[in-house]
């Protein structure tokens, strides 16, 4: 019996917490984090509402209402970087979302102990490379004088600007990040298949069932909780377009299909004359459309009959 249990329901919160001293202790330090870094930065989103002046200071900055709103639905730029957005995001969905699945469900078929962890390892090791070395060794292969386009030139081909393509910069986005990003969420949906009862599987070899209506039958089914709810999440972070990669990755060239939202932020606030006000409050407005989608990601799947993100 544990400590809690061992007293009475209606004990005072202090003697629970005093009889639970080292588990508070524990859970502590995670408290004040996030207190600090996370709950106290807060309130610097009032700058969405006053006009900053440094002299002042955040808490002394006057108040001016939505006129910061005002102008940033009236700039142009804003909006478009609002739909290139989504866009991309949305193609994010699309193209990147179900490559961690795949590679979860074909090294989940790989039986060879110490060959699964290689390759899990492979896939693994691109997560901890920074978008500066990706980006870079990017450029060394695809730039005009880059690697590809000396194979091409050997053969007798014309080179191709890839870095340099608006035409190419979503697509070399998306093959990107699946190759730096995926093999890290596969972790999730390994572990996910690992929590299934392997009993099904020996009833199915039993039945005569293929590896893959196994995996049609057992495998995704086992899985559809833990893809609903990274979905919801996706859904929810849809306003993010990955600011590291695109930052790293775009030139003079493709700046134009280059520019989301945390782009244009980036340029209002550093490539011009600082404001702070204005970029807040599209921080804030980007927060806010980013809630509302993970609230209406999770409605639509308990719509159509799943737990969603909140049970």
């Not at 004040?32 to 989103?45: C, E, K, S, T």
Request: glycine share 8%; with cysteine.
């Amino acid at each position: 019996m544990d400590k809690q249990s061992a007293l009475p329901k209606k004990a005072p919160l202090w003697t629970r917490i005093k009889k639970a001293k080292e588990v508070y202790l524990l859970v502590l330090p995670g408290v004040v984090w996030y207190a600090i870094f996370a709950y106290i930065p807060i309130y610097g989103l009032t700058l969405a509402f006053k006009t900053y002046k440094a002299s002042l200071g955040i808490f002394g900055s006057p108040w001016i209402g939505l006129e910061n709103y005002v102008y940033v639905f009236r700039d142009p730029s804003f909006m478009e970087a609002v739909w290139r957005t989504i866009y991309i995001n949305a193609g994010r969905l699309i193209f990147q979302f179900p490559v961690p699945i795949i590679l979860a469900l074909i090294l989940n078929e790989v039986h060879v102990r110490r060959y699964k962890k290689v390759v899990q390892t492979i896939y693994t090791f691109p997560h901890f490379l920074s978008w500066v070395i990706v980006s870079s060794v990017l450029v060394n292969f695809l730039s005009v004088n880059g690697v590809v386009n000396g194979i091409i030139g050997f053969f007798g081909g014309e080179s191709v600007n890839f870095v340099g393509s608006p035409k190419l910069f979503q697509p070399l986005l998306y093959a990107t990040e699946s190759w730096k990003s995926a093999g890290w969420s596969m972790i999730i949906y390994i572990a996910a298949i690992a929590g299934i009862d392997t009993e099904q599987y020996e009833s199915a070899q039993i039945d005569g069932a293929s590896r893959l209506q196994a995996i049609w039958y057992i495998t995704l089914p086992g899985l559809k909780s833990t893809i609903i709810v990274m979905f919801i999440l996706a859904v929810g972070n849809l306003m993010n377009a990955g600011f590291d990669q695109i930052f790293n990755m775009s030139n003079a060239a493709t700046s134009k299909v280059a520019e989301i939202l945390d782009m244009y932020i980036y340029r209002i606030t550093f490539q011009g004359a600082a404001d702070f006000s204005f970029s807040s409050a599209v921080s804030l407005f980007r927060s806010i459309v980013n809630f509302l989608l993970l609230l209406t990601a999770d409605r639509v799947c308990k719509l159509l009959g799943s737990d969603g993100l909140f049970g």
